[in-house]
């Protein structure tokens, strides 16, 4: 057979790039057959699957674009209660420092106002102590003046009235030396 071949082709001296008559209609009959079968059934398919996909990309694109925009209304939204949580703890802060500062002036108020009444009382008390040791210093004085001038004097000098204005001008005597060496 391989004979038979190398045979025909010495005979025939035909170009090998153009096939013989009978293959040429038998490839285009067989061509025609498979094309018609890829326009028919494969294309339509082949397309159907293309279209879904540029449908489903075109689809997510869209998706993400709208879960895009959510995402940035959400953020907007986050950053607005962001600020005003930060404005509120701003708010309460400062609110704090003036109650703190107020609580502080009142107490600070409360505190002169006791000093100075305590003060008062120990001013008021001072002189109430002053006056009844001033009572009893003259009392005791008079009492002691009145023996030692009696003594001096070799007579009694009981007449109380009598007694009461001496002691008093003697201390008022010694007061006014005392106020004037000050």
Known sequence: MIANLVA????????????????????????????????????PNINKVLEERRAAIEGGIEEADAMKVEAQSVLEQYKAQLAEARHEAARLRQEAQEQGATLIADMRAEGQRQREEIIAAGHSQLEADRKAASQALRQDVGKLATDLAGKLVGESLEDHARQSRVIDRFLDELEEKAEATR
Do not use: M
Not at 11 to 25: K, R, V
Not at 32 to 41: C, R
């Open 8 to 43: 025909l082709a010495a005979e025939e001296e035909q170009n090998p790039l153009i096939p013989a008559g009978p293959e040429l209609l038998v490839g285009a009959i067989a061509f025609a057959i498979v094309f018609f079968f890829f326009w028919k059934k494969l294309l």
